[in-house]
């Protein structure tokens, strides 16, 4: 044991050998002897520290506190007075993420933040949330006052807003706007990527306004088209709706129609498709795409429950699913003329004769 201690020492004097290899000799001896002081710290440096542990004041570092942008890289980041930022962090990484890095070299070593102090990024669904949120955190530090200045920002504004220029009378349409001419398969391109309008405007000019967030497509004075902005190469963004009417004609492409995959609708819509092709076999195709095209001009949760409320009562059928939504939307009853439905079965009842109840009496039977 002695002759591995004095190794241990000879090779921590020695700038060829690494403090891995030295920390793995050391847990021998530790072992060995049950030092669990020794062993603890020897496992912590080869593995890392948690967050909870007790950081050795050697492995405490003085840096700058910087946040990525995707744009600019590693940028500095400015605290109010109020926020109370450590000069100080400690370094948990394992040992062997930190012997590549050289003080001669001028390398910078990162350390993440924990969960617990990164800054609470926003998240919304379009724009308008996300102003809308960005004014309020706004209005909420009116009365702060920055650094070097005696006034708050809500007096600063005040007084600002006597220099500033009066808007346009129209708002800027902060978008590229670009015109093109819509495809034979009802696709125009921008950016590389393809976009679907409906099938009418096959072969027309168009006007694409390109935003950071959508797609935005118009024929003469109509928008005719509206698409998440994709950013990859080659991409086919296609809205479903736009080729229903075509399929409703060419009723046989509808399984391999590629706009239609992966468009996400709920359970009903394949249970009411499957009843139709049942019960009327082609034909029940198409009325399954009628049913669809109602998501053209209605909202989507009063198709779905006029699709629900059809399977409900056994009425299979477009003009069925139309009706209910109608009675949905208007808020009154349904009322369904069940002989329009020659796959329901029928009931004969005759007409009540006064013999009738004398047979009974009689004991005799009708």
Known sequence: MISLVEQLQAEALDPSVSVVSLLLKAKAPATKLDLQDL???????????????????????????????????WQPIIFSRSVKVPATRGVTSAIDELEHYSPKARESLAITMGVEEKAAIPHALDFAELNARLLECCRRRWGDRLRGHDETIGERLVRDRGALLPLPPTPYDACEKMAARVSSLSLVRYRGNDYSVPTAYGHREVLIRGYVHEVVIACAAQQIARHPRSYQREDFVFEPLHYLALLEHKIGALDQAAPLVGWGLPAEFATLRRLLEARMSKPGKREFVQVLRLLEVFQFEDVLAGVREAIARGVISFDAVKHLVLCRIERRPPRLNLEVYPYLPHATVATTLAKTYLSLLAGGVS
């Open 39 to 73: 062993l603890a710290w020897v496992n912590r440096e080869l593995s890392g520290y948690a967050q909870t542990d007790d950081i050795p004041p050697y492995r405490m570092v003085q840096g700058e506190y910087k946040a990525w942008n995707p744009y600019h890289g």
